[in-house]
Structure formats: structure tokens, C-alpha cells
């Protein structure tokens, strides 16, 4: 059976979740689940989906008995472990790592352009 208060809770307790997990500070799930974005899992995005879907069906008293409390309890287990799974740490690093690298290239290929010039402008 669909309990609209336990709902609430873990709606709140996904949205801290995810809060921790990519920061910001975001009012709603769903504006959680948008910050979020693709740095989570698919599964986890694909729940946190539904769990958004159910809380407009949940708004509604006859469409809120067509949601299933067991279901809405595994997606919940889905994204709070999705996000847990996250190491935006990682994802930082990794960011900076291939920013750092482009750069490096940027850099390799304009030297290599500068001295193709100077051998053909006969300054080297």
C-alpha cells in the first residue's frame, strides 16, 4: 500500500543523496536528477525518472492509487545507490586530466606549426 508521507521522506532522503553526491543545492528531485545529469548511472537516472513521474501521479488522488509501493522502493534503493556509487572526486580529476592533455596538444601543435614556418621562411 501507497504511503504518501513515507513517499515524502525518501523523495527527501534521494534528493540529499544527491545533493551530496554532485553538490548544489536543489529544491526538488528533479531539479537534482538535472544536475545530475549523465554523471549517473543509467539505472539510477532511469529511476530517478519514474520516482518523479510518481510524485506527479501521487498529486492526484485517484491517480495515486495506481502507483505501486513496492516498485517506488526498489527505484528509491536504485538511485540512492547510484548516487552513493559516484565519485565526483574521479570525475573532477578526470575533467581536469583531459582538459590539461588538450591543452598539451594545442601547445605541441602550434610549436610544431611554428617551426614548419620557420623552415620554409628559410629563418631556421
Known amino acids: 500500500m501507497f504511503q504518501e508521507d513515507q513517499f515524502n521522506n525518501r523523495v527527501a532522503e534521494a534528493t540529499k543523496a544527491l545533493k551530496t553526491a554532485f553538490g548544489g543545492n536543489p529544491k526538488s528531485l528533479e531539479q ?27 498529486a492526484n488522488p485517484k491517480l495515486h492509487q495506481q502507483l505501486d509501493a513496492s516498485r517506488l522502493e526498489r527505484d528509491f534503493d536504485k538511485l540512492i545507490s547510484g548516487a552513493g556509487r559516484v565519485d565526483a572526486k574521479a570525475i573532477r580529476q578526470k575533467w581536469l586530466v583531459g582538459a590539461l592533455a588538450s591543452f598539451a596538444f594545442n601547445l605541441l601543435l602550434l610549436i610544431t606549426l611554428f617551426v614548419v614556418v620557420a623552415l620554409w621562411r628559410g629563418w631556421l
Open 32 to 58: 537534482a536528477l538535472k544536475r545530475a545529469g549523465r554523471r549517473l548511472p543509467r539505472r539510477a537516472r532511469k529511476a530517478g525518472a519514474e520516482i518523479v513521474a510518481a510524485q506527479m501521479l501521487s
